[in-house]
């Protein structure tokens, strides 16, 4: 089946640093979105991409999905404490099931 | 709070027995779906119930099934329970799911153990 690629599989960085990871397939999706988990709860939802190519923005974090629709990545700027936690991002191909990457743990260091 | 709650949120077993997992969905929302979260696979998708109706199927283990009840609230059963059954089961639901550019809200999951 799909598999996506997600790296790096953890990240320990300084407060204020930037952040980027990705997300990368053998296979083409038509969504791209990532989520955020913190301890012990569920995935939210942090930026969805419709469209290769698209840039998106929602407050210090930037995604973009790839021109080969075969890759994303996201990119967290000026890191908080609270940006902790494990981004996963996850493909669609129309209305099938979502495939997640094995997400990337973020440590962030005051 | 995503609106999607779960119960339990933990669960110690014993292996071979059944567990039952509920969800319920945000208000509205007709489409529910489970996944398991392991430390080694991440999530994975099981399966998704539209309105009632089975409509998409993962890697789930013929010793578990789900249904959704009339009132849109959903249960997973895992029978025959074994060790590597332990993970996080998590439901999310969304307005129809029928459609791609539809967002799936994640409820808190629950924790299986299984000693």
């Known amino acids: 089946g799909q598999q996506l690629n997600q790296s790096p599989q953890s990240m320990f960085i300084q407060e204020g640093e930037d952040v980027s990871m990705n997300c990368t397939s053998s296979s083409i999706f038509n969504t791209w979105l990532w989520y955020k988990q913190d301890p012990g709860e569920g995935p939210v939802l942090l930026i969805a991409?419709?469209?290769?190519?698209e840039l998106t923005s929602n407050g210090r974090l930037t995604a973009q999905f790839g021109i080969t629709r075969k890759d994303s990545f996201l990119n967290i700027s000026a890191s908080i404490p609270s940006d902790v936690g494990i981004y996963f991002c996850a493909g669609q191909v129309g209305n099938t099931p979502l495939v997640f990457g094995k997400g990337t743990r973020l440590s962030v260091i005051a | 709070d995503s609106g999607v709650t779960q119960t339990p949120k933990h669960l110690i077993t014993a292996t071979g027995q059944r567990v039952t997992l509920r969800c319920s969905p945000r208000s509205g929302d007709l489409s529910v779906y489970w996944y398991q979260q392991s430390l080694d696979q991440g999530l994975q998708f099981l399966i998704h119930?539209?309105?009632?109706?089975?409509?998409a199927k993962g890697n789930i283990l013929e010793r578990f099934s789900a249904q959704q009840f009339p009132d849109l609230h959903s249960e997973l059963n895992l029978s025959s329970l074994e060790l590597g059954d332990s993970a996080l089961y998590f439901c999310a639901s969304s307005v129809v799911g029928l459609a791609a550019q539809e967002t799936q809200y994640f409820g808190p999951g629950t924790r299986l153990l299984v000693l």
């Open positions: 119930y539209y309105n009632g109706e089975e409509r």
């Open positions: 991409l419709y469209k290769a190519g």
